[in-house]
């Protein structure tokens, strides 16, 4: 089993940042993936961002590329995602999900993580 917390949602005015936490715990593995996810009202929950833990390649919706980063501190098993240049449209309900064994191919996909946390609201409105 692995456990994810995450912190960090708020509410914010569009062009400011905010930073997202998730931290691991349990019978993570190294050659894990562990990704974010949004779902606002009414949408389905979409692929923001993943980093593999083996070799910390990263990966970006087209939506959120260049604008927000994922990072992976190894000492505390944290994951963080900075969120740059928010917008009313990056509102959702934002989910840290972790899979082990997670291919290259499959980063962006729901299905590949086998554990979600209870997700962190954020909310951008002037």
């Known amino acids: 089993q692995v456990q994810l917390a995450e912190s960090g949602g708020g509410l914010v005015k569009p062009g400011d940042s905010l930073r997202l936490s998730c931290v691991a715990s349990?019978?993570?593995?190294?050659?894990?993936?562990t990704g974010w996810f949004r779902q606002a009202p009414g949408a389905e929950r979409e692929f923001v961002a993943a980093i593999r833990w083996n070799g910390g390649s990263t990966h970006y919706a087209d939506s959120v590329r260049g604008r927000f980063t994922i990072s992976r501190d190894r000492t505390k098993n944290m994951i963080q995602l900075q969120m740059n240049g928010l917008k009313p449209e990056d509102s959702a309900l934002y989910y840290c999900?972790?899979?082990?064994?997670?291919?290259?191919?499959?980063?962006?996909?729901?299905?590949?993580?086998?554990?979600w946390g209870q997700g962190t609201q954020v909310t951008v409105s002037s």
């Open positions: 999900a972790h899979g082990n064994g997670i291919i290259l191919s499959a980063v962006r996909s729901m299905n590949a993580y086998s554990y």
């Open positions: 349990g019978r993570t593995s190294s050659n894990g993936a």
